[in-house]
């Protein structure tokens, strides 16, 4: 069964430093979404990207973050200069379509530790 | 915003007992999702419903949208050791990309 994989599995980074998140979601999915899972918590919606472009996004994602889809493959979160409070689970999630119609498939996660 | 109330937050049962655990949300959602998640790993969608009403089952697993769109159930029959995880449910509103979580109920199924 297709699945959604992200890369790395765990990522430590200095405070301060950038950190990019790879994801490849399902190939034949046209949605595709970040969430984050704070260590204990729940978790939470960052941004969906269809077409190329944001379409929704949380309060969560500010300034200090950034989607690309660079190549016809993956799909990124980059979090610019890291704070403390970043450390947390980040799932990449795909959907063949958006909205209600399609369930979204999330990938087993990145553990982004911030030092 | 959307708050997802999700009860109970943790169960610990004996096997061969069944589960039941719901969510309830302050606004209407149109799509509720149960997903299941293992220590390390991501969620993995159970069972996806889409109109009010809808009964769906998955095997063990049934799944209720219920009337009011403002909640749903998951029953687990006849619990097994590999039922243990925490089970989330999810919800998305109309028009909406943004799905909210449930806090989660963690289940332990004791031989």
């Known amino acids: 069964e297709p699945e959604v994989t992200q890369t790395p599995s765990h990522q430590v980074t200095q405070m301060g430093q950038e950190v990019i998140l790879r994801c490849v979601p399902i190939s034949n999915h046209l949605y595709f979404y970040w969430y984050r899972q704070i260590l204990g918590q729940k978790v939470e919606f960052l941004v969906s990207f269809y077409n190329n472009e944001i379409s929704e996004k949380s309060e969560i994602f500010d300034d200090q973050f950034s989607v690309e889809r660079p190549d016809g493959s993956n799909f990124t979160l980059k979090i610019r200069s890291t704070k403390l409070e970043d450390s947390a689970m980040y799932f990449c999630a795909s959907s063949l379509q958006g909205y209600s119609n399609q369930p979204q498939h999330f990938g087993d996660g990145t553990r982004l530790s911030i030092l | 915003g959307q708050q997802l109330n999700q009860s109970p937050q943790s169960m610990f049962i004996q096997e061969g007992e069944d589960v039941s655990m719901n969510c309830t949300s302050s606004?209407?959602?149109?799509?509720w999702l149960w997903y299941k998640q293992d220590p390390g790993e991501g969620p993995v969608l159970l069972i996806a419903?889409?109109?009010?009403?809808e009964l769906t089952s998955n095997g063990r697993l049934t799944a209720q949208f219920g009337i009011t769109r403002k909640d749903s159930f998951l029953n687990i029959s006849a619990s097994i050791p590999s039922d243990v995880g925490i089970y989330f449910c999810a919800g998305r509103g109309i028009g909406s990309d943004d799905m909210r979580f449930g806090a989660g109920t963690r289940l332990t199924v004791k031989p």
């Open positions: 606004s209407i959602f149109n799509t």
């Open positions: 419903l889409y109109k009010a009403g």
